[in-house]
């Protein structure tokens, strides 16, 4: 069975919707101000899913560095 390369592959939409509805649900019934759902790549980690209760101080644009297990924030 050969190996498939996650980083790569497509979420679907109807997939990414659902993930934003469990995000903005889990950040308002434990009351805090942002949910992530992350997607880890070679180099870096990126927010997929982010939750829009306000303030979020995440967006779906931001992508850190990952250092030995941390990120860096570029």
């Known amino acids: 069975m050969s190996k498939i390369n996650t980083h790569d592959l ?3 939409t109807q997939m990414l919707e659902g993930w934003q509805h469990i995000v903005d649900l889990l ?18 980690i990126e927010v997929v899913s982010s939750s829009l209760v306000m303030p979020n101080p995440y967006t779906l644009v ?3 560095l990952l250092v030995k297990g941390f990120t860096v924030k570029q």
């Open 27 to 44: 950040a308002e019934i434990i009351n805090v101000p942002s949910a992530l759902i992350m997607r880890i790549h070679p180099k870096d």
């Open 10 to 12: 497509a979420i679907p």
């Open 62 to 64: 931001i992508k850190n």
